[in-house]
């Protein structure tokens, strides 16, 4: 079995470890692995709506690669009932004040084997629809019942009552969704510390007050030193306030959030925790998202042997009814479509992109207005714009591989994942100076990076991108340059450790 702390693992090669007390103690050498409750609302390739579910699937797989013990927590949508191996019930759990018996199972994730908890609740889960919204985008009116049960099974699964011989010294949670555990556990005596990741603080489950006794905590809770949210209740305030320590999902979005208006009401309370405050960049799924070996993909390709990204383009333009120019530089777009991502300044600038040669694919979905913005304004330049209304996992791969540039102009953008896919794949991004995007791509080395939050500070970016595009050599360079970058998830995994292993140390519990 690994020993869970070794001096050795907190290398200083760790550049940018996050700054936070040096563990004091130290564990015997043949210390037991470090055991961690993963609690999140989705995680690929079971349920997935955004980046959580990537990093739900990649990171506990990479803590259990370098030798953490680490189990996810889901709730039991149908389709994680259905595709999950080897579900077995594991327990049964009736002590949770409004929620009657409820059924625990265990089983495996698929693809990575990772241990998995599911809560087999099939009154608050088991639905048509989404995770958190019904077939019509509408939120599911008892969410607030939903997931304060993954809360408190969380919580609970990590103190002494648990009715698991197997019991984590440390509690992860993830979004709103699991921000009611660390007040649980606050409550409960604090039995393991826990810590908060923020995924994206746009989302905050704000739910009217009276829950707050119904949901189990006490009345005193509800205050600005609690769980109050400008007069409502926050999930999300509950364990950004409770945890022992707060982690966001890049450097520069742990600082943006500490200011309005990214703190998004929050910055006080965050400015207030910035000593309990990391930011660990994401990783990447580097096998998932691979040029030379993704089965999406028409061909494979290279650093060394870049013939094969040619073919990809030329596939893509005849699949999307694109004129076949192999000179036209193509821009993707692969996105949630709403405000967040900046996909009106997209549109902004469509008509200028054409006119300059480029072509344009945007595969997307979510606002409806957004979508039809996207529907029009392919429709005015048939053969140089494509627009796919939609989800489609193979298509975005198919885009990333085929597209020459990839524009990722984000509002705000916790960390963002196609940036980096992007620089895997040879497809130079253009990015807005925000959150992970500024992290992860260097502006005139493996990208551009633009300062003006606007559709012209989108646009001057592009020009850039156009003047390198005329210089075939200086092109390359740029795409080499990214592909050589390594986003794997293992140096984030051993951040992550380091952290937990400091919690769990100074927790004195
Ligand atoms: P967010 O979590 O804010 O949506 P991220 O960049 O962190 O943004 O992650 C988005 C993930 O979802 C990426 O893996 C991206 O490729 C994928 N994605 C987004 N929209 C689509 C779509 N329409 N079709 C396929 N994949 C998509």
């Not at 919204?133 to 599911?140: I, K, S």
């Not at 949210?229 to 364990?239: D, E, I, P, R």
């Not at 048939?382 to 796919?388: L, M, Q, T, Y």
Request: charged content about 20%; aromatic content about 10%; glycine content about 10%.
């Amino acid at each position: 079995m690994r020993e869970w702390y070794s001096p050795h693992n907190r290398s200083d090669a760790n550049d940018n470890r996050p700054p936070m007390p040096r563990p004091r103690v130290r564990a015997t050498r043949h210390a037991p692995a470090m055991k961690v409750l993963f609690a999140t609302p989705e995680a690929r390739p079971l349920v997935k709506t955004g980046g959580l579910a990537d990093v739900s699937a990649a990171l506990p797989a990479a803590l259990c690669a370098i030798g953490l013990d680490c189990r996810l927590l889901l709730p039991g949508y149908s389709a994680v009932l259905a595709g999950a191996l080897d579900l077995q019930e594991r327990a049964w759990l009736y002590d949770l004040p409004g929620f009657g018996a409820v059924r625990l199972l265990q089983g495996r994730m698929p693809d990575s084997g990772v241990p998995l908890y599911v809560i087999d609740y099939p009154y608050h889960y088991q639905r048509e629809g989404g995770p958190y919204q019904d077939a019509h985008g509408r939120d599911y009116p008892d969410n607030a019942w939903r997931f304060a049960l993954l809360s408190r099974i969380a919580a609970l699964l990590s103190s002494p009552a648990s009715p698991l011989d197997w019991r984590p010294d440390l509690l992860h949670c993830n979004d709103w969704q699991t921000g009611l555990a660390p007040a649980y556990l606050h409550f409960a005596g604090r039995p393991v510390p826990a810590l908060m990741t923020v995924h994206n603080l746009a989302y905050q489950g704000i739910f009217p007050p009276d829950l707050v006794t119904a949901l189990g905590l006490p009345a005193e809770s509800f205050s600005i030193d609690g769980v109050e949210y400008y007069g409502n209740f926050s999930f999300l305030k509950a364990g950004l306030y409770y945890a022992d320590w707060i982690s966001t999902v890049s450097p520069s979005y742990a600082e943006e959030i500490q200011r309005a208006p990214l703190g998004m009401g929050l910055e006080g309370l965050l400015a207030g925790r910035r000593e309990r405050l990391t930011g660990i960049l994401n990783g990447i799924d580097t096998a998932d998202w691979n040029p030379s070996s993704d089965l999406h993909l028409p061909c494979s390709y290279s650093a060394r042997a870049l013939t094969g990204k040619r073919r990809c383009k030329l596939a893509l333009q005849q699949d999307l009814n694109l004129d076949p120019l192999p000179q036209a530089p193509l821009a993707g777009v692969i996105s949630r479509l709403t405000y967040q991502k900046g996909i009106d300044w997209i549109l902004a600038v469509a008509d200028r992109w054409v006119a300059a040669g480029g072509q344009l694919v945007i595969l997307g979905k979510g606002e409806a207005h957004l979508e039809a913005d996207c529907q029009a304004v392919a429709a005015r330049h048939p053969g140089r714009i494509a627009a796919i209304v939609g989800y489609d996992e193979g298509l975005s791969h198919r885009v990333e591989a085929g597209a020459d540039l990839f524009l990722m102009p984000s509002r705000f953008e916790p960390c963002g994942l196609n940036q980096m896919y992007s620089q895997r794949y040879g497809t130079v991004p253009v990015v807005h100076a925000v959150g992970g995007l500024k992290d992860t791509v260097e502006d005139g080395v493996t990208g551009f990076v633009f300062l003006e939050p606007s559709a012209e500070g989108l646009w001057q970016a592009m020009e850039r991108a156009l003047a390198l595009w005329g210089d075939p050599d200086s092109w390359r360079r740029m795409m080499l340059a990214g592909m050589h970058k390594d986003f794997s998830w293992e140096a984030s995994a051993q951040r992550y450790a380091w952290l937990y292993r400091m919690l769990v140390l100074t927790s004195g519990r």
